[in-house]
């Protein structure tokens, strides 16, 4: 079945490093992927919506020159957390979209600034 | 906006026991619904979805129906396994299909017990 592979699956880093996390679609072609953020106990929540070739539509509160959103082809995209500091910790999971079919979600990125 | 609320866990059970996890939505417009699973270790899958009122989504033994009049989407299974134990996330979508980002719920862990 349809695979999504998200990397890395965990990242420590110090404050002020900026970390890219990558999502990809191993045997489809996604036009659309998204990007969710989990703290713990708490629901995933849709950070942006990633579609190849243009910008990336951020929920409100998201910031955008925080996280920044790069869908360069079909079968990648990229997070990138800029200046990382304890508070953006979290757990970061992509989910990318196969024509009408339901979401393919990664497997996740547990990030740790410290 | 949009939001699903469901049981807060763990929820323990023995083996072959019944299992209601329930679940309901807010939501505007006719949206699609979900269950998703998420087992120690890995990344979330899709369980069953509903996309219309009525609709019965179902797998693995799994079932839930779309209760418009309600707006619940409650879980089901008539005897659950130790390999059912996970946490389960009811989702909704407020475009049909699954096009656009969900909305979870924060999660429901599920423990059973030989």
């Known amino acids: 079945g349809a695979v999504v592979s998200q990397h890395p699956s965990r990242v420590i880093c110090k404050s002020g490093t900026s970390v890219k996390i990558e999502c990809r679609s191993l045997d489809f072609q996604a036009t659309t992927m998204f990007w969710y953020r989990q703290f713990p106990k708490q629901s995933l929540m849709l950070m942006a919506t990633s579609n190849e070739g243009s910008k990336a539509t951020y929920e409100q509160g998201v910031e955008k020159d925080k996280f920044l959103i790069n869908h360069a082809s079909l079968t990648l995209s990229t997070l990138t957390v800029t200046s990382a500091h304890p508070e953006d910790s979290s757990f970061y999971i992509c989910?990318?979209?196969?024509?009408?079919?339901?979401?393919?979600f990664g497997d996740g990125t547990r990030l740790s600034i410290l | 906006g949009d939001s699903v609320t469901q049981m807060e866990g763990p929820v323990t059970l023995s083996e072959e026991a019944f299992l209601t996890i329930n679940c309901t939505y807010t939501a505007t417009g006719y949206p699609s619904l979900f269950w998703y699973v998420q087992y120690p270790g890995e990344g979330l899958q899709l369980l069953l979805k509903?996309?219309?009122?009525?609709d019965k989504g179902s797998n693995k033994g799994f079932e839930a129906t779309y209760r418009k009049e309600t707006t619940s989407f409650h879980l089901e299974k008539g005897s659950v396994q130790v390999s059912d134990s996970a946490v389960y996330f009811c989702?909704?979508?407020?475009?049909?299909?699954?096009?656009?980002?969900?909305?979870f719920g924060k999660g429901t862990h599920l423990i059973i017990q030989p």
């Open positions: 509903a996309t219309k009122a009525d």
């Open positions: 989702a909704l979508s407020g475009r049909g299909g699954g096009a656009d980002g969900l909305t």
């Open positions: 989910s990318a979209l196969e024509g009408n079919q339901p979401q393919h």
